[in-house]
């Protein structure tokens, strides 16, 4: 990285506007405030959307606008919803993560099984490894060797689904450790419960925000999404960030992992077997191009409300689950069409 | 083989013999390169000739087989694209080298972002937004270039804007040198004038530029002297002034012999070691 100080020759240039590369119309270069732009992107189409499934649920159930169950909505996120987070980071760098349930899965095993004749800190921390070194091995095949992140993650899905059942020999572990099972919990106001793994949805999609709007890595991040040629010829060490991309997204799925075992305490290998669709439609919902370089996790979060506020929705409409899953199809179509046509997915 | 030569330290920019062979192609042999401190230097040569090689050799984008490199009389080897920037050599690709979804200032500073002083920057490495915008805008308008906001995304921006945003931020960094890779060869008239006017304007900020161009009579508007690239190497500097176009292309394509015309050399060519 070069000295931080734009070294622009001094002499004051006269105002030659016959020169001047704009039209002559244009309003001169202005300086702008400097708001905070945590979230500066379009997630206006994302939070209509969310709120049309709660206007329509809320007048055709009498079940679904209550304090109890939005709680209950926010509880049926956190899984998905910090999943989705990591899926977010890898969709801003032009790649797909078809392994994120399954790799979220083995850390559950991991830490469940270690947990159920051990030490329930040392389980936790090698199911935090044991994801972050998984999704680390996607990274390094996506970014050094440069394999197609759809096969690449395809082929580790099939991998780390079957090494999850080999290792625990296709048992489940109840889990019992306060510590793996805490998320689940947290402080309750009548029926209306804020648990721990909710806050930390919230604390985790805050940070990554930060991270993506507010520091050099996030610029670079999207600039490879945009344009990777772009961002070499700049000097960005595009392996380098890809990569760090893929395994900080390892992270998330260790949280996510965390966070399913507080929902459900039994770590089972043959769990969450969709759960990588559910977080790549959160995803693209929420307005994230699956071409890479525009989103965000603001986009992400609504994004995995609506395909929970959807389902739960439909469940106290009393539909059909296979009803469910052909409207959250149709919804993912329908994302992805917008993405195309509104010519967000175009290269200029 | 000591060459019995010393590097010219008023030039800018120099190049003695050099070489790059891919198998048994020839892509430069015995190239020789001058630029004076403060003026435009356009390159010129037939498809094939070797242009881009001289160029990514000077921009550390290649590294010669054989031959060197000197920056105000001193020798340098790059060894990467970043060592030709930290000795203050910046370079516009072809291909337009900007991220279209980013804003000016985050193009502008794309790989080199500024952090806020104090633990902010060190430790939460938060961007100082406002004093890179504010850089940004001042260089947009040192360079006389009008957008309505230095936060607007590239992609809402015309052709011409966009390269000189390309050409703006390589203006910024660039404390020596400018190498412009055809910057006008995608763009319309009004908009060729515009980029050009704007290259004269980062000469008068005391820069010197290399420019690739297969326009001669844009070369003819705005060069100080032309190099002409034949069969990996320079066939001959010439002015503008003393040189008439047709002459131009016809060493250029070789119908001419290179000593027909009036050299512009400033410093001795590299004795020839082969």
Known sequence: MQAPELTVATVPQPDSTEGAVAAAAAPPA?????????????????LFALIVIFVVFSLTT??????GNISLIAQQSVVIGTLALGQTLIILVSGIDLADGAIMVLGTVVAGSIASHGDAVLAMALGFVACIVVASING?????????????????????????????????FPVTSDLLSVLGSGPEFGTVAVTYGTMLWVALTLVLGYALNETPWGVRVYAIGNSPIAARLNGVNVTRVVFSVYALAGVFYAFA???ALGRTPIADPTGYQIANLDSITAVVIGGTSLFGGRGGVAGTFIGTLIVVA??????????????????????????????????????? | MTPVFAADPSLAMQAIGLTKHYGQVVAMEGADFELATGEILAVVGDNGAGKSTLIKALAGALIPDSGQVY?????????????????????????????????????????????????????????DKKRMRQQAAEQMHNLGIRVQSIRQAIETLSGGQRQAVAVARAAAWGRKVVILDEPTAALGVRETHQVLDLIRRVREHGLSVVLISHSMPEIFAIADRIHIHRLGRRAAIVSPKTTVMSDVVAVMTGALPSDAVVSAALAPAGAPDF
Not at chain 1, 62 to 67: E, L
Not at chain 2, 83 to 94: C, F, K, M, S
């Open chain 1, 30 to 46: 202005s300086l702008q405030r400097p708001t905070l732009r945590l979230f500066a992107y379009p997630i206006t189409g994302p």
């Open chain 1, 62 to 67: 009498s079940t679904f606008m209550n304090a």
């Open chain 1, 140 to 172: 390094l095949v996506i970014a050094r060797f440069r394999l197609p992140p759809f096969i690449a993650t395809l082929g580790m899905f099939t991998i780390i689904a079957a090494a999850a059942r080999l290792y625990s020999q296709s048992r489940s």
């Open chain 1, 257 to 259: 992992a965390w966070q």
């Open chain 1, 310 to 348: 959807l389902k739960n929705g439909l469940t106290q409409a009393g539909i059909d689950s296979l009803y469910q899953q052909i409207a959250t199809g149709a919804l993912v179509m329908l994302a992805v069409g917008a993405d195309q046509y509104l010519g967000r997915g175009h290269r200029a």
């Open chain 2, 71 to 127: 920056i105000d009389g001193e020798p340098v080897r790059f060894s990467s694209p970043l060592d030709a920037r930290l000795v203050g050599i910046e370079t516009v690709y072809q291909e337009l080298a900007v991220a279209t979804q980013l804003d000016i200032t985050q193009n502008m500073f794309l790989g080199r972002e500024v952090r806020k002083p104090g633990v902010l920057g060190s430790v939460l490495r938060q961007l």
